[in-house]
């Protein structure tokens, strides 16, 4: 495999001249506008770079995008990625997919996917609903979220996309939400990551689910209900405007995280925790820790790779051939054989 050639882009040159068919106030706008943002940020080529989509509002991405792109059928675009990864394994592959296509009828693709490893960006839309065949509740959907198929409120356990993604053996798991002015970083973290990089974007669906996520999105009140995690740095959140400096600390006697109060700026004294994207265990609490108590953990939350899997492909059907001569009559006719008269 051959290193990546970046070349020098600008944002026009990834936009199509199909025109761009969500909802009017969609958050799909923004976040296509934050990769056409990276896209030139971390020298990416449009002759190399494939976009693969399942079904759903999500999965118009690829047109939108000029660059190579399959646009396939309902959850299995893990596997056309595969397939496309093992055949050109120097190729850049980003998959499209949502809550309902990537955690429902694709669940189990997009696990194996994980658990191999391969080297690609998932970029998962979660707006909690079924927007493209009108609202249904998802796999994600809040209990009591009201829906055509729970007009009495949902009693559904909410499916978690970040969780399912560590125990689906990610080494790289990350959040964000479509406007915010940090995705673009979340998104190159995720490409220089070698391997499965999983990305859960909060897309707000301004028909069948506006402002689900206002709770921690909305920009007024945002430093207190928003933890954004940097490697190497503590975990603190909320300002002295609002009701003072925050930080998460890991109680020693219950084994789970706490919020603390970090007073004159002193988070060491506070015993608060500096985020390390290789603690594995930590990474589970950030991701399960309950909104509300606590602030949503956003940014990078797990960041650590192994080899991946096509890598491992190539070099195992290097060794096996190696020394031999391809002969394609012999393959057929190796092992158990039989004649039909």
Same mark, same amino acid.
């Given at each position: 495999?051959? #290193?990546?050639?970046?070349?020098?882009?600008?944002?026009?040159?990834?936009?199509?001249?199909?025109?761009?068919?969500?909802?009017?106030?969609?958050?799909?706008?923004?976040?296509?506008?934050?990769?056409?943002?990276?896209?030139?940020?971390?020298?990416?080529?449009?002759?190399?770079?494939?976009?693969?989509?399942?079904?759903?509002?999500?999965?118009?991405?690829?047109?939108?995008?000029?660059?190579?792109?399959?646009?396939?059928?309902?959850?299995?675009?893990?596997?056309?990625?595969?397939?496309?990864?093992?055949?050109?394994?120097?190729?850049?592959?980003?998959?499209?997919?949502?809550?309902?296509?990537?955690?429902?009828?694709?669940?189990?693709?997009?696990?194996?996917?994980?658990?191999?490893?391969?080297?690609?960006?998932?970029?998962?839309?979660?707006?909690?609903?079924?927007?493209?065949?009108?609202?249904?509740?998802?796999?994600?959907?809040?209990?009591?979220?009201?829906?055509?198929?729970?007009?009495?409120?949902?009693?559904?356990?909410?499916?978690?996309?970040?969780?399912?993604?560590?125990?689906?053996?990610?080494r790289f798991v990350?959040?964000?939400?479509?406007?915010?002015?940090?995705?673009?970083?979340?998104?190159?973290?995720?490409?220089?990551?070698?391997?499965?990089?999983?990305?859960?974007?909060?897309?707000?669906?301004?028909?069948?689910?506006?402002?689900?996520?206002?709770?921690?999105?909305?920009?007024?009140?945002?430093?207190?209900?928003?933890?954004?995690?940097?490697?190497?740095?503590?975990?603190?959140?909320?300002?002295?405007?609002?009701?003072?400096?925050?930080?998460?600390?890991?109680?020693h006697v219950t084994?789970?995280?706490?919020?603390?109060?970090?007073?004159?700026?002193?988070?060491?004294?506070?015993?608060?925790?500096?985020?390390?994207?290789?603690?594995?265990?930590?990474?589970?609490?950030?991701?399960?820790?309950?909104?509300?108590?606590?602030?949503?953990?956003?940014?990078?939350?797990?960041?650590?790779?192994? %080899?991946?899997?096509?890598?491992?492909?190539?070099?195992?059907? #290097?060794?096996?051939?190696?020394?031999?001569? %391809?002969?394609?009559?012999?393959?057929?006719?190796?092992?158990?054989?039989?004649?039909?008269?």
């Amino acid at each position: 495999m051959n #290193a990546p050639t970046k070349i020098e882009t600008t944002l026009k040159d990834w936009e199509t001249d199909q025109e761009v068919r969500w909802c009017p106030g969609c958050g799909d706008y923004a976040i296509l506008k934050a990769v056409q943002r990276t896209l030139p940020q971390i020298g990416a080529d449009p002759a190399n770079t494939v976009f693969i989509s399942g079904i759903g509002c999500s999965s118009r991405f690829p047109y939108y995008i000029e660059s190579y792109g399959f646009h396939t059928i309902h959850g299995r675009a893990p596997t056309f990625a595969t397939g496309a990864k093992l055949a050109n394994p120097d190729l850049d592959v980003w998959i499209v997919t949502g809550d309902g296509d990537g955690m429902s009828i694709g669940g189990n693709h997009t696990m194996h996917l994980l658990r191999r490893n391969l080297d690609c960006q998932i970029m998962l839309f979660n707006n909690e609903i079924y927007g493209l065949t009108k609202g249904q509740y998802s796999p994600t959907s809040r209990v009591g979220t009201t829906s055509p198929t729970t007009p009495a409120g949902s009693i559904d356990r909410p499916a978690q996309p970040c969780a399912f993604a560590l125990g689906s053996g990610a080494r790289f798991v990350a959040r964000g939400f479509d406007v915010s002015k940090n995705l673009p970083d979340v998104l190159i973290a995720a490409h220089a990551h070698k391997g499965a990089a999983f990305i859960e974007i909060f897309q707000n669906c301004i028909v069948y689910n506006k402002d689900v996520f206002d709770d921690f999105a909305a920009p007024k009140g945002a430093e207190d209900r928003q933890l954004w995690l940097e490697h190497g740095q503590p975990m603190l959140f909320g300002s002295e405007k609002t009701g003072g400096v925050k930080g998460i600390t890991l109680n020693h006697v219950t084994c789970g995280l706490e919020v603390v109060d970090v007073v004159d700026g002193d988070w060491e004294a506070a015993n608060v925790l500096v985020h390390d994207k290789a603690n594995r265990l930590i990474a589970h609490m950030l991701v399960e820790m309950p909104f509300g108590p606590f602030p949503m953990a956003l940014g990078v939350l797990y960041d650590d790779p192994r %080899p991946s899997y096509e890598t491992e492909v190539v070099a195992e059907n #290097a060794r096996l051939a190696a020394g031999k001569e %391809p002969n394609l009559a012999a393959l057929l006719a190796k092992g158990q054989t039989w004649t039909v008269e």
